[in-house]
């Protein structure tokens, strides 16, 4: 069983709001993801972190969201200005390091009206 | 450009059948092929993995075939329970890529009873 924790587990917002998401990473992970699950099932990787550096981000990433992991605090995603097409499930994942097992919370779903 | 395929969008087995799901991949980096199930509202949960070194591996009534020269690999699911209905996930990541997931469209199995 996983043990990444992610909140809130839904989330509603409107136009322009933003949209903040948290993640605590299973213990000992140094590695934390976050993953955008559209309806149609597909992943799209957003922005990893190891420790608190950002390892890769997508160009809309750091467009649009803005995503911290600090020490001994959760993980954070959250988006600046929502946009209805950013309604989907938000996955956080964490690993143990390079080539090790991803774990992914059970995300939280977003919906902007 | 898909990079990881999964050739089958849904499959239906009788409950008793084995399950066979099937994935192919293009970039040769690829090295690690965990497959995830995820249940309606809930966040992937890995089920079981392959790297590239082994050609089968096993963990209960799950299998995975893999064959590196043709690019693919498939998950067998031996007497398939109903609680087995699930959307089925095969994904890949490179070594040094920090272990970003590269993830297939998705398989829906349904078991009947």
């Known amino acids: 069983n996983s043990k990444v924790i992610q909140t809130p587990r839904y989330l509603v917002k409107g136009q322009g709001q933003k949209a903040k998401m948290r993640c605590i990473p299973e213990k000992g992970h140094p590695v934390v993801f976050w993953y955008q699950q559209n309806k149609n099932n597909e992943f799209k990787f957003l922005i990893n972190f190891q420790n608190q550096e950002v390892l890769q981000q997508i160009d809309m990433t750091e467009k649009r969201f803005s995503a911290e992991c600090p020490s001994n605090s959760p993980c954070s995603l959250e988006i600046q200005s929502s946009e209805a097409g950013d309604s989907a499930l938000y996955l956080c994942?964490?690993?143990?390091?390079?080539?090790?097992?991803?774990?992914f919370g059970k995300g939280t779903r977003l919906t902007v009206v | 450009q898909q990079q990881v395929r999964q050739s089958s969008q849904s499959l239906t087995v009788w409950e008793g059948e084995t399950a066979i799901l099937n994935c192919s991949y293009e970039n040769s980096a690829f090295d690690y092929f965990p497959w995830y199930q995820q249940f309606p509202g809930e966040g992937p949960a890995l089920l079981i993995a392959?790297?590239?070194?082994?050609d089968k591996k096993e963990d209960g009534r799950f299998t995975i075939f893999f064959n590196k020269r043709e690019k693919n690999l498939s998950l067998h699911i031996k007497d398939s329970q109903p609680g087995d209905s699930a959307t089925y996930f095969c994904a890949a990541s490179a070594n040094g890529g920090n272990n970003k997931l590269t993830f297939g469209q998705g398989t829906v199995l349904s078991v009947i009873p």
């Open positions: 392959i790297r590239s070194v082994s």
């Open positions: 994942a964490s690993s143990g390091g390079q080539n090790t097992e991803v774990f």
